[in-house]
C-alpha cells in the first residue's frame, strides 16, 4: 500500500532564506509547488522531497507541534489511500483529508500515538 517516504515537511521562519540553505548548503534544487493558499517551497535531492511551509509568527501547534511538521507516506494508487482512511475510521482515529483540485494532489492528516503528524498521500504523476 506504500511505496515510499514521499516527503518531509518543516515549519519555517523565512522560506527564502531557509530553502536558500537546503539549496546552496546541502545540495537540495527547488521543484514546481502548487498554490497551497500559503506560503513556501518543494525542495528535492535524489528521491526525498522536502516541504517547506512558512510559520505565522506566532505558531500555536498542537502538542507543542506545529501542523506544517509531518511526514509523509506516498500511496500506490487512489485506492490505496482509501483503504487507509477506512483504516483510520475502524480505529476512530482522527484525521483530516484534504483534496487539491487542480494537481489532484489527495492527502490525509493524522497524528501518531505521540502526536507527530502523519501523512499519506496521494501524488498523481
Known amino acids: 500500500m506504500l511505496q515510499y517516504v514521499h516527503h518531509y515537511s518543516l515549519g519555517v521562519h523565512d522560506v527564502q532564506s531557509s530553502a536558500g540553505f537546503y539549496k546552496n ?23 526525498t522531497q522536502l516541504h517547506l511551509i512558512q510559520l505565522p509568527e ?27 482512511e477506512k483504516k483510520l ?10 483534496i487539491q483540485k487542480d494537481s489532484g494532489i489527495q492527502q490525509i492528516f493524522f497524528k501518531d500515538p505521540d502526536g507527530y503528524n502523519i501523512e499519506f498521500g496521494y501524488y498523481p504523476d
Open 25 to 47: 548548503f546541502i545540495g537540495f534544487r527547488e521543484i514546481a509547488r502548487p498554490d497551497l493558499g500559503f506560503p513556501g517551497a518543494w525542495l528535492k535531492l535524489a528521491t
Open 58 to 84: 506566532e505558531t500555536p501547534g498542537e502538542n507543542g507541534l506545529p501542523w506544517a511538521m509531518h511526514t509523509a507516506f506516498q500511496t500506490e494508487s487512489l485506492n490505496d489511500l482509501n483503504d487507509m
Open 89 to 98: 475510521i475502524q480505529k476512530e482515529m482522527p484525521y483530516r483529508r484534504v
